[in-house]
């Protein structure tokens, strides 16, 4: 028999067991004394990791044993079995399984080495009568198949009363010793295989040994010679050890598809120059996130039939969860509904710091949409551009998505009257690690809920100020709902300003621990000051260190540090700042572009990243793209094209400009990640499962190599060679949602770009002036003049602006308004329609609002067109 992920849920008594070793199978010749080793962490010294279970209790090191407890009554060993993956098998070898294992007060125990989906078919099984005495147990078999990642588990369920199981000295010797391993990288042209726009940067890198500069030809996909010249010798990169030289062909601005560069008689993989290169990345970077949903059904006919699922953690068997889940031991006495929101990242966790930064960089896609000349005001985020089930509902789609995940962090909130009221909890999850793959509708593990952080709960303050502002022109209701929590949690944290997240706390889900929250203080004040005006949060924003301090890191930002988002939302999202204030904080904001930019032109493989080990780090590229972000900010706030041209180049790195030669996004490129680690899309392990959707974005390299399979696979790589497209590399080939929101942003921004074109000179400057709040605060009355500064004649005009919040026109003269969402256009009357360079028309509103900041719009655009502010 196999373990089951499927089973009915776990019966009342429980059992308490000790493993510590197995064997199996028919006897064979035992292998050679130096056979290598196939099991990872067999003596627990490293801990818990990579040891999964399922049906136990939680998995824990005692005295350098693995042991948990088990619950009485189950009704078949298989509903409960603690193992490992991963593991690899030659046909025709011998291997000897050994382990060690103990029950109190005592139990049958079966080790079984199997296929790891289904039909789960075993290749060795042996059972023994563990007691209270550890015993030795092993057995030498020969591997009937070939399986570079088969399954160990040892089945400890059917016993009538709770056991208590340990294993120790778990090993599986024999197969043959791995061949080094040495990646397949294809041409050593190194460039972008999705392409280049027009009129944007287009550069390559070359592996050569060759110290001298390197003629290049660029050729069509018939083999014409489009355009030539000679490489720039670059030396030894230290990212990746390689010689390697570096070429520029920007001057090449004629579309063409299937073209490739020749070089030191390479020929790279084939690319494009296309204007609507990136189009569809926007809308494939955020599908990512329906996929990932959890509390709901994924629809086939919005994904594609291969990844239609049920609906998981509805406490549907074998789910016990998210609808009614309790805390962990010792942490409240009350149950919560925490449906909804999205998996985090291969596992099933669902975690509020990282959920807080995923949000935020949605919301914040939309968000710009409101101030960047080039995102034509959302309109390719529209109601109806994205694959949601919500589409056509008359609010904005990547809002709709951004909503699941909200909902699910306003339900992990402290309800009034309980102790920490207001406070968010750190994470909900399953008890253990479970293996993979594994569905989520299949997970048979009991949830709990972490104990409430500070971090979390600012987090939750943050995403729900955010909220309170985009979502008013959409959902009164929901914005103050959500503007309550948000102030709530502010006042939450402020009173428990240090609960921290135990490090410790990492079994059945990630740790996220953060011992330095003043970050999150900032940003959770800048995000309620820009929603709200209440002094009080400026004050606190302006006292924070972080204000005037360096948030914008060479290695990026992420979850764990997220002042920079704060920084970001100040220098865009219009505000009240003080003139030289506000150009204080755009100047740091270029600053840091400035520096991006001078790495990016240091760094041969063209990326803003600095190339020592460090730099290299677990989900590396969501940092990258958070540096390439930084840019795109700073092409927003200047038009300066030297920005929008290091961010179109800093992603050639992600679709194929690197030592790797591969795209770390899946179906984009000639040779793309497929195989990213998540229990969802196992298809490696399972073909019957998908790969990862198109447009989902892998962590990448990693010179820490905190996972066994690449620890033993990358041994001594240099950091840019520290990964592997293998489902068992969580920490180099890991999805997670705040990597593919930082791809969703900068897929939206190089969408917009359109042919990377020279930027157009300014030819209006607009005066936009607020007369005050009428009596008693529910309205206000504007007005808006448009001067010509070009040197043509305007012939009718369209002006366009967005309010930040829920600010509503009522009536207006001199021109013809309408509104839809914050979006407001004004169209000329018949007699005002014409403007003569240096002359100017006016017209004015009356507006009502529910309170909050009401600043001036940050873009007004005539005829489509961004104007100066006069």
């Not at 406490?315 to 919560?336: E, S």
């Not at 968010?424 to 048979?444: F, I, M």
């Not at 900068?746 to 074109?757: K, M, R, Y």
């Amino acid at each position: 028999m196999t373990p089951s992920r499927r089973r009915r849920a776990l019966l009342a008594a429980a059992v308490t067991l000790a493993l510590t070793g197995v064997a199996a199978g028919p006897a064979a010749a035992d292998p050679p004394p130096d056979a290598p080793e196939q099991i990872e962490n067999g003596d627990f010294g490293s801990g818990v990791a990579p040891w999964f279970s399922y049906g136990t209790g939680t998995l824990g090191v005692t005295d350098g044993r693995l042991c948990t407890t088990v619950p009485g009554g189950l009704a078949n060993p298989w509903d409960a079995g603690i193992g490992q993956d991963g593991v690899p098998l030659v046909a025709g070898a011998e291997y000897t399984l050994g382990f060690d294992v103990a029950a109190t007060p005592g139990t049958p125990v079966t080790a079984v080495l199997q296929l790891g989906g289904p039909p789960y078919t075993s290749y060795a099984t042996v059972t023994v009568t563990a007691t209270g005495t550890a015993q030795r147990v092993e057995r030498t078999f020969t591997a009937p198949d070939d399986n570079p990642s088969a399954q160990l588990i040892f089945q400890v369920g059917g016993s009538a009363t709770e056991q208590t199981v340990c294993l120790d000295d778990v090993s599986l010797r024999g197969g043959e010793p791995p061949e080094p391993y040495v990646p397949d990288t294809g041409p050593r042209v190194r460039v972008n295989q999705v392409g280049y726009l027009p009129g944007g940067p287009k550069n390559a890198t070359v592996v050569t040994e060759a110290t001298d500069p390197l003629p290049w030809q660029l050729r069509s996909a018939a083999g014409t010679v489009l355009a030539s010249g000679t490489t720039t010798p670059r030396g030894v990169d230290t990212a990746s050890a390689q010689n390697v030289q570096t070429l520029d062909f920007s001057a090449h601005r004629t579309p063409g598809t299937g073209l490739t560069l020749v070089v030191d008689g390479e020929t790279s993989h084939p690319f494009d120059i296309s204007g609507t290169l990136y189009d569809r990345l926007r809308a494939d970077a955020l599908q990512f996130f329906y996929a990932q949903r959890s509390g709901t059904a994924i629809d086939g006919a919005l994904l594609g039939p291969e990844y239609a699922r049920p609906a998981g953690h509805l406490g549907v068997a074998p789910n016990q969860g998210d609808t009614d889940v309790p805390c962990q031991a010792g942490v409240c006495d009350y149950r919560l509904d925490v449906r909804g929101g999205w998996y985090d990242a291969g596992d099933h966790g669902k975690y509020v710091v990282n959920g807080g930064i995923a949000t935020y960089q949605l919301l914040s896609t939309f968000e710009r949409t409101k101030t960047a000349a080039t995102a034509n005001g959302g309109a390719a985020l529209g109601d109806g551009t994205l694959r949601v089930p919500e589409r056509g509902n008359g609010v904005p789609d990547v809002l709709d998505e951004a909503r699941w995940e909200l909902e699910f962090l306003l339900r992990m909130q402290v309800p009034a009257g309980q102790p920490l009221a207001g406070m968010a909890h750190h994470k909900v999850h399953d008890r253990n690690w479970t293996g993979l793959p594994l569905a989520p509708q299949d997970d048979p593990q009991p949830r709990e809920l972490h104990p409430p952080s500070t971090a979390a709960t600012l987090n939750l303050a943050a995403t729900a100020a955010q909220c309170a502002r985009l979502y008013a022109p959409y959902d009164a209701a929901f914005a103050a709902r959500c503007r309550t929590a948000a102030t709530t949690a502010y006042a939450a944290a402020e009173a428990n300003p240090t609960r921290y997240a135990s490090p410790t706390d990492s079994t059945g889900g990630g740790a996220y621990d953060d011992t330095d929250v003043t970050d999150e203080f900032y940003w959770a004040a800048v995000e309620l000051w820009l929603t709200t005006g209440t002094p009080a949060y400026l004050a606190d924003l302006t006292a924070s260190r972080h204000h005037t301090g360096d948030v914008f890191d060479p290695r990026g930002f992420g979850w764990q540090g997220v002042a920079a988002l704060g920084r970001l939302d100040l220098a865009t999202v219009p505000n009240a700042l003080p003139a030289a204030e506000l150009a204080r904080i755009r100047g740091s904001v270029i600053a840091a572009a400035d520096g991006y930019l001078a790495e990016l032109g240091r760094q041969a493989y063209g990326l803003p990243l600095p190339g020592d080990a460090g730099s290299y780090f677990w989900g590396g590229n969501s940092n990258i793209v958070n540096n390439a972000v930084v840019l795109a900010t700073a092409f927003d706030l200047t038009r300066d094209a030297r920005y929008r041209d290091g961010a179109v180049q800093a992603v050639d790195y992600l679709f194929g400009r690197n030592a790797l030669n591969i795209s770390y996004v899946t179906g984009w490129g000639e040779h793309a990640a497929e195989n990213q680690h998540s229990r969802i899309f196992g298809h490696q392990l399972d073909p019957s499962l998908p790969r990862p959707p198109a447009g989902s974005l892998a962590g990448g390299a990693n010179a820490a190599l905190q996972d066994p399979f690449a620890a033993q696979l990358l041994a001594g790589c240099a950091p840019m060679f520290c990964y592997v497209d293998d489902i068992a590399s969580y920490a180099t080939n890991e999805v997670a949602i705040n990597w593919n929101s930082a791809l969703a942003w900068i897929a939206s921004f190089l969408a917009d770009q359109g042919d990377s074109a020279a930027v157009p000179t300014p030819t209006c400057a607009v005066t936009y002036t607020n007369y005050g709040a009428w009596h008693g605060g529910t309205g206000f009355t504007a007005q808006l003049t448009i001067r010509n500064t070009g040197t043509a004649v305007v012939n009718g005009w369209t002006a366009r602006f967005a309010f930040t919040g829920d600010q509503k026109v009522r009536e207006a003269w001199l021109a013809k308004v309408a509104q839809s969402g914050a979006t407001v256009t004004a169209r000329n009357e018949s007699y005002n329609g014409r403007i003569d360079p240096g002359g100017s028309v006016t017209f004015g509103f009356n507006a009502t609002t529910g309170g909050g900041a009401n600043p001036p719009p940050g873009l007004v655009t005539v005829n489509g067109r961004p104007c100066t502010a006069a």
